[in-house]
């Protein structure tokens, strides 16, 4: 049986943590590639750490947090990265979603993760998932190959994600396409209100095709 034609016009976009998977994956990857500089680092800024978190400003704990892979060889944390992907695919994907994602491909539409994780392990993800593309939240690299501990642009996430998936559609072409959303918190608020079809990811399982 032929393969169904593309349908370019469609876009389906997932969030990642909660959405495509059934628990945060940003934290234990942290602590795998930080380690035990991790706890230090986050206590040499007391006030900064409360502060974000009275706040509820993830945005500025997560760049605190980031600065703990500053030194790291990039290189090398994209190999932890692919490894960690796997244990992703194997561990923690949510089947209900995965489906629903594969069924967007059969069907040819242009599939695409945006999530505030981290760049390192989405990308091998994305592959393991046949996805066509990743928006997410990046490392800056320093010239020498090493993290500097900062992020690249902006945390990927609120705002951001939609501005970052817009900015993405536009470059291919894509920008009057029809949108699906899936999300499952704040931080996709404004992902899923940009969406022709934003799908809230709760406790109840998604149906395998999309309605």
């Not at 997932?14 to 990857?29: H, I, N, Q």
């Not at 594969?102 to 592959?127: F, M, N, Q, W």
């Not at 046949?130 to 992020?151: A, F, K, P, Q």
């Not at 990927?156 to 470059?171: P, V």
Request: charged share 30%; with cysteine; net charge neutral.
């Amino acid at each position: 049986m032929s393969e169904p034609p593309r349908a370019t016009s469609v876009v389906a976009a997932f969030d990642v943590d909660g959405t495509l998977t059934t628990r945060d994956c940003l934290t234990p990857f942290l602590v795998q590639t930080a380690g035990v500089r991790l706890v230090p680092a986050l206590a040499r800024h007391p006030a900064t750490v409360v502060g974000a978190l009275a706040r509820r400003d993830r945005d500025h704990l997560k760049e605190v947090v980031c600065r703990t892979l500053r030194g790291l060889d990039a290189d090398a944390l994209a190999e932890v990265g692919e490894r960690y992907a796997g244990r992703i695919a194997e561990r923690w994907l949510r089947d209900d979603v995965v489906a629903r994602l594969d069924r967007h491909r059969a069907l040819g539409h242009v599939t695409v993760l945006a999530s505030a994780s981290l760049e390192p392990y989405l990308i091998p993800l994305a592959r393991r998932l046949s996805v066509d593309g990743v928006i997410c939240t990046r490392l800056e690299r320093g010239s020498d190959g090493r993290l500097t501990g900062r992020l690249e642009g902006a945390n990927c996430r609120g705002a951001e994600k939609a501005r970052r998936l817009d900015e993405w559609l536009r470059e291919r072409g894509l920008e009057s396409a029809t949108l699906w959303a899936y999300g499952d918190s704040a931080g996709d608020a404004e992902l899923l209100a940009r969406a022709d079809h934003p799908v809230w990811v709760g406790d109840t399982r998604l149906a395998p095709n999309p309605v």
